[in-house]
């Protein structure tokens, strides 16, 4: 089985990943593809929570979303490296629910990993809308994982 992980640059996309890696067997998974969607003509940048401190001062400084993606991925790589199969990475361009689903049709993916909840404009949005869609036009089933709740007072 193919699996499809998709990050977003933030740290709540490599707890997916990293959950995920926890219970699958990696005898099963035949390959892995990390995956970064970069939005063209974006007005807010690509989150950059996973990258060392210097690269993510490299990737604000020259303003490349691109950049920022690619080095998502990478850690994701390597947080999964050794672990099992092959993993590829992969930045796209487009809708980032769109482009997730392509990438899982194109890959003949039998699971595909995303988060949620963590980049929303409201806390209301309890799925996440790009999760959320993922979850419903997927050709294949979806692990949405959700970080855990903040406490209130």
């Known amino acids: 089985m193919h699996v499809v992980i ?13 959950h995920f890696q926890s219970f699958a067997d990696p005898a099963k998974v035949t390959g892995v593809t990390v995956v970064a969607v ?6 807010v940048a690509f989150a950059d ?6 690269r ?25 490296k050794g672990w099992g199969p092959k993993v590829r990475t992969k930045v796209r361009s487009g809708s980032p629910a769109s482009e ?3 990438e899982a049709a194109q890959t003949d993916a039998g699971l ?33 994982v959700r970080g855990r709740a903040r406490r209130t007072r």
């Open 38 to 43: 970069i939005r063209p003509l974006a007005a």
């Open 56 to 80: 993510r001062a490299a990737n604000a400084e020259t303003g490349s979303f691109r950049d920022a993606a690619k080095s998502a991925v990478d850690v994701i790589a390597d947080a999964l």
């Open 112 to 144: 595909v990993v995303v988060s949620a909840g963590n980049r929303g404009l409201t806390e209301t949005v309890l799925v996440g809308s790009t999760a959320q869609r993922v979850q419903h036009y997927a050709p294949c089933p979806v692990l949405v």
């Open 6 to 18: 998709a990050t977003d640059g933030s740290r709540q996309s490599l707890a997916a990943a990293r």
């Open 100 to 102: 997730i689903i392509k």
């Open 49 to 54: 929570e996973l990258s060392p401190a210097d």
